[in-house]
């Protein structure tokens, strides 16, 4: 078997897959197009390219996202380590300063002495070297092509979108407040409160705002704006459902009336130095000119700078359940293995998940070894599971979440315990999974343990580890897998 393997894509996915890979002791080639070839989407030439929100989601471990990235700090993911490193504010978020980030990921990748880094676009799979297709929603023409002759069937599109970025400079800061919902967190986000008046005002110009024609084979899969929703089409739904979505203000008192307003922009830092803000929630598909206007009613905003514009694209994604193995490999040509959105694991943390596994099992693959399955209790497992055993007919991405994972077998009334139970369990049956297949995950994990008690510190209620410790044990009672209970978690 050969012991080298090909990554096709240098996204969140591929540059993980390249990594683990590596760390597995197999020379790795990784094909990124960027800069050569450009996405509708990605500014730069850095691996790992955040192309919309700078978040990353929830840090808290009774959230699914939040067990999602212990699971892949656990597994030694260099994605979630460069993103501790490059952390910024944002409550019991993991925000990442967008550049420092990406800059991290492309000089840790770059200088891995067996991964060598080839700027080109990959316009065929190789036919025997083991190889990761990673090459994302916005996967080149030509290698989409290849995908299809692969899978003999039609691609699924679906609708993604970006939302603004605003310059800090060019806020009114005398009509916004800093805060972070609840108090979690520092005055983490700038708050844009909004009375009923101005809400109303802001609905209305913004249900006759214009927005871009679609194009029509993009009009027939309407459908998959549900994947992420755009502003308008939330408003359309109903007079309050912004109010109670992406603009629902609770948790949140305006310290100069005492009250809470009727709806809240939040806006989150985007960068390392603090300068750009990013619109949460406010994907769109309104023309540039119509967000200027319309954006520009919301208390702060009226003079402020856009960065960035929000768009919307199409995203791009196989039919997993009819193709791949809950390894990432592919069904009808075993030296290929398949990582990041384009399976249908979605979200910057979901794509890592799966890039992951398809990195360690290529690895095995060109070895010789056996492939690893993650327990489905895991949220890398079940996520993995779904993604190549769902209903082949109504097949749509999937986010983690705790509905994916095995019943706990107990009833748990409380929402937060309940999860915090599925986190428990995850995290014992992954490290006796790691254990019994002897990974080595060792990359410098007691930092990354060090950096996540930290935050678990400001969470009541969290499965917390002795700061300090490198043993890394909590004090959860618990039950995995084989039954044992009343046993410690292994954060590290
Ligand atoms: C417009 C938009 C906005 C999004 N916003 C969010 C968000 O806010 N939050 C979130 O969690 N997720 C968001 N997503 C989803 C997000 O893209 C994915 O979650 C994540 O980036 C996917 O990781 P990936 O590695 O699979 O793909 P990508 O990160 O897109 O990486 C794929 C890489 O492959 C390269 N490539 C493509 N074809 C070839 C080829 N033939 N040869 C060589 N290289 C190739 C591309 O240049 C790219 O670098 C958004 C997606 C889009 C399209």
Same mark, same amino acid.
């Given at each position: 078997?050969?012991?080298?393997?090909?990554?096709?894509?240098?996204?969140?996915?591929?540059?993980?897959?390249?990594?683990?890979?590596?760390?597995?002791?197999?020379?790795?080639?990784?094909?990124?197009?960027?800069?050569?070839?450009?996405?509708?989407?990605?500014?730069?030439?850095?691996?790992?390219?955040?192309?919309?929100?700078?978040?990353?989601?929830?840090?808290?471990?009774?959230?699914?996202?939040?067990?999602?990235?212990?699971?892949?700090?656990?597994?030694?993911?260099?994605?979630?380590?460069? *993103? #501790?490193?490059?952390? @910024?504010? &944002?409550? %019991?978020? !993991?925000?990442?300063?967008?550049? $420092?980030?990406?800059?991290?990921?492309?000089?840790?990748?770059?200088?891995?002495?067996?991964?060598?880094?080839?700027?080109?676009?990959?316009?065929?799979?190789? *036919? #025997?070297?083991?190889? @990761?297709? &990673?090459? %994302?929603? !916005?996967?080149?023409?030509?290698? $989409?092509?290849?995908?299809?002759?692969?899978?003999?069937?039609?691609?699924?599109?679906?609708?993604?979108?970006?939302?603004?970025?605003?310059?800090?400079?060019?806020? #009114?800061?005398?009509? @916004?407040?800093?805060?972070?919902?609840?108090?979690?967190?520092?005055?983490?986000?700038?708050?844009?409160?909004?009375?009923?008046?101005?809400?109303?005002?802001?609905?209305?110009?913004?249900?006759?705002?214009?927005?871009?024609?679609?194009?029509?084979?993009?009009?027939?899969?309407?459908?998959?704006?549900?994947?992420?929703?755009?502003?308008?089409?939330?408003?359309?739904?109903?007079?309050?459902?912004?109010?109670?979505?992406?603009?629902?203000?609770?948790?949140?008192?305006?310290?100069?009336?005492?009250?809470?307003?009727?709806?809240?922009?939040?806006?989150?830092?985007?960068?390392?130095?603090?300068?750009?803000?990013?619109?949460?929630?406010?994907?769109?598909?309104?023309?540039?000119?119509?967000?200027?206007?319309?954006?520009?009613?919301?208390?702060?905003?009226?003079?402020?700078?856009?960065?960035?514009?929000?768009?919307?694209?199409?995203?791009?994604?196989?039919?997993?359940?009819?193709?791949?193995?809950?390894?990432?490999?592919?069904?009808?040509?075993?030296?290929?293995?398949?990582?990041?959105?384009?399976?249908?694991?979605?979200?910057?943390?979901?794509?890592?998940?799966?890039?992951?596994?398809?990195?360690?099992?290529?690895?095995?693959?060109?070895?010789?070894?056996?492939?690893?399955?993650?327990?489905?209790?895991?949220?890398?497992?079940?996520?993995?599971?779904?993604?190549?055993?769902?209903?082949?007919?109504?097949?749509?991405?999937?986010?983690?979440?705790?509905?994916?994972?095995?019943?706990?077998?107990?009833?748990?009334?409380?929402?937060?315990?309940?999860?915090?139970?599925?986190?428990?369990?995850?995290?014992?049956?992954?490290?006796?999974?790691?254990?019994?297949?002897?990974?080595?995950?060792?990359?410098?994990?007691?930092?990354?343990?060090?950096?996540?008690?930290?935050?678990?510190?400001?969470?009541?209620?969290?499965?917390?580890?002795?700061?300090?410790?490198?043993?890394?044990?909590?004090?959860?009672?618990?039950?995995?897998?084989?039954?044992?209970?009343?046993?410690?978690?292994?954060?590290?």
């Amino acid at each position: 078997m050969s012991q080298e393997v090909i990554v096709i894509g240098g996204g969140l996915a591929g540059s993980e897959a390249a990594w683990q890979a590596a760390q597995s002791g197999v020379s790795v080639t990784l094909y990124e197009m960027r800069p050569v070839e450009m996405t509708p989407a990605h500014q730069t030439d850095h691996l790992a390219e955040l192309v919309c929100s700078n978040s990353l989601g929830s840090n808290l471990l009774d959230r699914a996202a939040g067990l999602l990235k212990q699971e892949l700090r656990k597994l030694g993911s260099i994605i979630l380590r460069c *993103a #501790d490193e490059t952390a @910024v504010p &944002a409550g %019991g978020a !993991l925000a990442v300063g967008r550049e $420092a980030f990406s800059s991290l990921v492309t000089e840790r990748i770059g200088s891995h002495p067996l991964i060598r880094i080839i700027r080109e676009e990959a316009r065929e799979i190789p *036919a #025997d070297v083991p190889t @990761v297709i &990673a090459t %994302g929603p !916005l996967t080149s023409p030509a290698m $989409a092509e290849c995908l299809q002759d692969l899978t003999g069937q039609e691609h699924l599109y679906f609708y993604d979108a970006m939302a603004p970025i605003v310059a800090l400079e060019s806020i #009114d800061r005398s009509k @916004v407040f800093r805060a972070s919902r609840y108090g979690r967190g520092d005055d983490d986000y700038i708050n844009c409160p909004m009375t009923r008046g101005e809400y109303e005002r802001f609905v209305d110009d913004l249900l006759r705002a214009e927005t871009i024609r679609l194009r029509s084979f993009e009009e027939e899969d309407e459908k998959f704006f549900e994947a992420c929703l755009p502003v308008e089409v939330i408003a359309r739904r109903g007079r309050d459902a912004l109010a109670f979505g992406p603009l629902r203000p609770v948790g949140l008192v305006d310290p100069r009336t005492g009250k809470r307003p009727h709806a809240v922009v939040q806006l989150r830092q985007d960068d390392m130095a603090g300068t750009l803000y990013n619109m949460v929630g406010f994907q769109t598909n309104l023309k540039w000119s119509e967000q200027k206007r319309v954006f520009s009613l919301i208390p702060g905003l009226e003079g402020a700078e856009f960065v960035r514009y929000g768009q919307m694209h199409r995203n791009t994604f196989i039919n997993g359940p009819a193709l791949l193995e809950a390894t990432m490999q592919c069904r009808s040509a075993k030296h290929l293995f398949l990582g990041g959105q384009i399976t249908g694991t979605e979200g910057y943390i979901g794509s890592t998940a799966s890039g992951l596994l398809a990195g360690l099992n290529v690895a095995r693959y060109a070895a010789g070894a056996s492939l690893i399955v993650l327990p489905h209790t895991t949220m890398i497992g079940a996520l993995c599971c779904y993604v190549s055993s769902a209903r082949m007919k109504t097949f749509q991405p999937m986010k983690g979440n705790f509905g994916i994972l095995p019943p706990l077998g107990r009833k748990i009334r409380r929402k937060s315990e309940r999860n915090t139970a599925y986190a428990e369990r995850a995290l014992i049956d992954l490290g006796e999974m790691i254990r019994e297949c002897d990974l080595d995950v060792d990359m410098c994990r007691q930092d990354m343990f060090l950096a996540v008690a930290s935050s678990l510190d400001r969470i009541p209620g969290q499965l917390q580890a002795p700061r300090g410790s490198n043993s890394g044990e909590s004090e959860g009672q618990t039950e995995g897998k084989s039954g044992v209970s009343s046993r410690a978690v292994d954060f590290a």
